[in-house]
């Protein structure tokens, strides 16, 4: 039996998957025939690296997703809403399976969505919306499952590690490294949803959800709130990067979800990574994720984050998945046995930072600067000049204390913060 695609959106991943679906032999290698049988974009007469002739043109997404002709419905438009999410609705209230790359739509709308698929007979995968290339979600959902997940961490956004890459190993600005980004087609053309956080932010909400079996309030996925702390990386300089350097670390954007108690505690922001940890290793477009899970210990997963290539495979290997009729909820368990995730501030945790100090005016006073810190609770385990800076690393603190201890630097004039650092060592 022929399992028939409708693809909506043709743009270099839709391209991309057209590409794999077709080429010859790849049906028969995992024993179904899968055919591409419609599609639909924006436009229709435009110059594409893969013919469209051979299937039937939809103008709408939504006749597509609903069309006869359509077993499985793959939305590669993007964006929590709008025909994305009304084409993905119809689909699956339609009885039909969806795979989608939407990491968007998945954070805002999972629960709802998974609760159509499940309620009307259909499948909804989304490997491609986290990490790429790397099979982070089909392990969480199948491989995990019997297992008790404590933390899930890692490099989410292939778009700021290759600029962090550049700006680490080739010495460019931010600026200029978020151009080449977009010039080798890592970053859109407005890149503020990777380089603020939020990309990362809403693939780590969905980590969590299939790792401790709940729902997280895609309210939380913004900049504005200090439940979910999310930071980018717009604000990372040279000067970052060297001081890294210096006290051996690189910097990478990290997201972390834990569990803390009956809730789970969830941040986003640029790190300092030791140059042993796996995450340091991470060059270019690369994602890792770890996972700490009882009895395992610490899994490893690594590959291919961002580009046409790495998306299109991880959406090919849901379509096959599908053709092979497997089965299962679309979380970890049944959407009717999660619960709403409680995420709590995270300012409890100890943990190690480092800060890039600067004098208001004048020269810094380290004595009087190390004094005050100490003052507040947060001694320093490492202090050095750097041209105009100052740069400390901290003894293990919370985040309450290092707020205070950063307020007490600015309110005596002594320093002003120009960033700081959660630690990750090995």
């Known amino acids: 039996m022929t399992l028939r695609i409708g693809i909506a959106g043709l743009g270099t991943v839709g391209g991309g998957l057209l590409s ?28 594409r690296a893969v013919s469209i002739d051979a299937y039937d043109w939809y103008d709408d997404p939504v006749a ?27 689909a699956l209230k339609a009885g039909k399976s969806v795979a989608t790359a939407n990491k968007a739509l998945i954070a805002a709308h999972g629960e709802e969505l ?8 259909g499948a909804l995968k989304f490997e491609a919306a986290v ?13 995990l499952a019997p297992c008790r997940v404590e933390a899930v961490s890692g490099i989410l956004n292939g778009t700021c590690n290759f600029v962090l890459d550049q700006m680490a190993n080739h010495g460019v600005a931010y600026d200029d490294a978020v151009v080449q980004a977009q010039e080798a087609g890592f970053a859109e053309a407005d890149p503020s949803l990777d380089v603020d956080g939020i990309d990362a932010a809403q693939k780590l909400a969905i980590l969590a959800m299939l790792a401790f079996d709940g729902t997280v309030n895609p309210e939380l996925i913004t900049e504005q709130n200090n439940i979910f702390a999310v930071h ?47 995450f340091s290793k991470m060059e270019g477009a690369g994602n890792a994720v770890a996972v700490i899970a009882d009895p395992l210990g610490e899994l490893l997963f690594t590959g291919p984050g961002a580009g046409a290539g790495a998306t299109a495979s991880a959406v ?41 100090l600067r004098a208001e005016e004048g020269e810094l006073d380290e004595e009087a600067v190390t004094a005050a810190l100490a003052e507040a609770g947060c001694f320093t385990s490492r202090c050095e000049h750097i041209g105009d800076d100052l740069m400390i690393t901290t003894s293990p603190i919370d985040q309450k204390t290092l707020s205070s201890a950063r307020t007490l630097l600015f309110t005596r004039g002594l320093a002003r913060t120009e960033n700081t650092f959660p630690i990750l060592t090995l």
């Open 232 to 278: 980018g990386i717009s604000q990372i300089t040279l000067d970052d990067i060297r001081f890294a350097r210096r006290f051996g670390f690189v910097i990478k954007l990290v997201g972390e979800a834990k569990r803390a108690g009956d809730d789970i505690t969830m941040a986003v922001s640029p790190t300092f990574v030791a140059t042993g940890h796996a």
């Open 131 to 143: 990490a790429g290339g790397t099979p982070i979600v089909r392990a969480l959902r199948d491989n």
């Open 20 to 47: 794999l679906l077709t080429e010859d032999g790849r049906a028969r290698m995992i024993g179904s025939d899968i055919a591409v049988t419609g599609v639909s974009a924006r436009t229709r007469n435009k110059a």
């Open 114 to 121: 998974a609760r159509l698929a499940e309620e009307n007979g």
């Open 64 to 90: 597509l997703a609903e069309a006869p002709g359509t077993d499985v419905f793959v939305e590669l438009m993007g964006g929590a809403e709008g025909p994305a999410r009304e084409a993905v609705t119809a």
């Open 316 to 356: 090919a290997s849901d379509i096959v998945s599908l053709a092979r009729k497997d089965g299962g909820p679309v979380f970890t368990a049944p959407i009717d046995r999660l619960r709403p995730l409680p995420v709590r501030e995270g300012g409890e945790e100890l943990r190690l930072y480092a800060l890039r």
